[in-house]
Nanobody
Framework: QVQLVESGGGLVQTGGSLRLSCAAS????????MAWFRQAPGKEREFVAA????????LYADSMKGRFTISRVSAKNTVYLQMNSLKPEDTAVYYC??????????????WGQGTQVTVSS
C-alpha cells in the first residue's frame, strides 16, 4: 500500500507559477512510477505528467510540455510538479498517483486526495 498526500495548490494569476508536492508513505517509494492527473469542473480526469524509476523517464501530455516539469526526490519520498506560465484553463484539482511497474499514461492504482489549483485571468 502507498499513501499519497498532495500540497502546494492555490490561487495564482495568469502567467504565474506553482509547485505541487506529493509525499508518499507506505511501501518502497522508489519502486513506483508516479504521475499527476487533473480534473476540471465538468470534465473528465486527464493525464498531466509521469515519472518512472529508477532512471526517471518522464512522460507529458502535449499541452503541458515546456510549461510543466515533473521530478522526484526518492530520499524524501516526494514527487513534484513545477507549473509555469499558468493559464486559466489549467484550473483544476490536481491528483498525485502511483503504480507499480513502468511509467505509463494510465492504470494507476493509488491516488491522493487532490489539491486545488485556480488560475485567475
Amino acid at each position: 500500500q502507498v499513501q499519497l498526500v498532495e500540497s502546494g495548490g492555490g490561487l495564482v494569476q495568469t502567467g504565474g507559477s506553482l509547485r505541487l508536492s506529493c509525499a508518499a508513505s507506505g511501501r518502497t517509494f522508489t519502486t513506483y512510477a508516479m504521475a499527476w492527473f487533473r480534473q476540471a469542473p465538468g470534465k473528465e480526469r486527464e493525464f498531466v505528467a509521469a515519472i518512472g524509476w529508477p532512471g526517471g523517464r518522464t512522460l507529458y501530455a502535449d499541452s503541458m510540455k515546456g510549461r510543466f516539469t515533473i521530478s522526484r526526490v526518492s530520499a524524501k519520498n516526494t514527487v513534484y510538479l513545477q507549473m509555469n506560465s499558468l493559464k486559466p484553463e489549467d484550473t483544476a484539482v490536481y491528483y498525485c498517483a502511483a503504480r507499480t511497474g513502468l511509467v505509463s499514461l494510465n492504470d494507476y492504482g493509488y491516488w491522493g486526495q487532490g489539491t486545488q489549483v485556480t488560475v485567475s485571468s
